[in-house]
């Protein structure tokens, strides 16, 4: 059995569905779409729940998240969008 229990609840913070971010050399990056390229990005996370995580840096609100297949990039820096 197990349980997850609401301590705090925080307003205005950006967050995204849990899943779109990469874990490489001990940090975790999320790749933003900036015209025809997916720039990789680190990103700091905080509090997360069972569908969705907090992003305390790295994002701004309105930027575009890779949400699936990033896994697939490798470490590569940027990558062409078609």
Same mark, same amino acid.
Request: hydrophobic share 40%.
């Given at each position: 059995m197990?349980?997850r229990? /609401?301590?705090? *609840? +925080?307003?205005n913070?950006?967050?995204?569905?849990? @899943?779109?971010?990469?874990?490489?050399?001990?940090?975790?990056y999320?790749?933003?779409?900036d015209?025809n390229?997916?720039?990789?990005?680190?990103v700091? /996370?905080?509090v *997360? +729940?069972?569908?969705?995580?907090?992003v305390r840096? @790295?994002l701004?609100?309105?930027d575009r998240?890779?949400?699936?297949?990033s896994?697939?990039?490798?470490?590569?820096?940027?990558?062409?969008v078609?």
């Amino acid at each position: 059995m197990s349980a997850r229990v /609401l301590l705090d *609840t +925080s307003k205005n913070v950006l967050k995204l569905e849990r @899943g779109p971010f990469v874990e490489q050399s001990g940090g975790r990056y999320a790749y933003v779409i900036d015209g025809n390229a997916a720039i990789r990005r680190p990103v700091e /996370l905080g509090v *997360t +729940s069972l569908g969705e995580v907090e992003v305390r840096s @790295g994002l701004q609100p309105g930027d575009r998240v890779v949400v699936s297949g990033s896994d697939l990039f490798g470490d590569a820096p940027q990558v062409t969008v078609h």
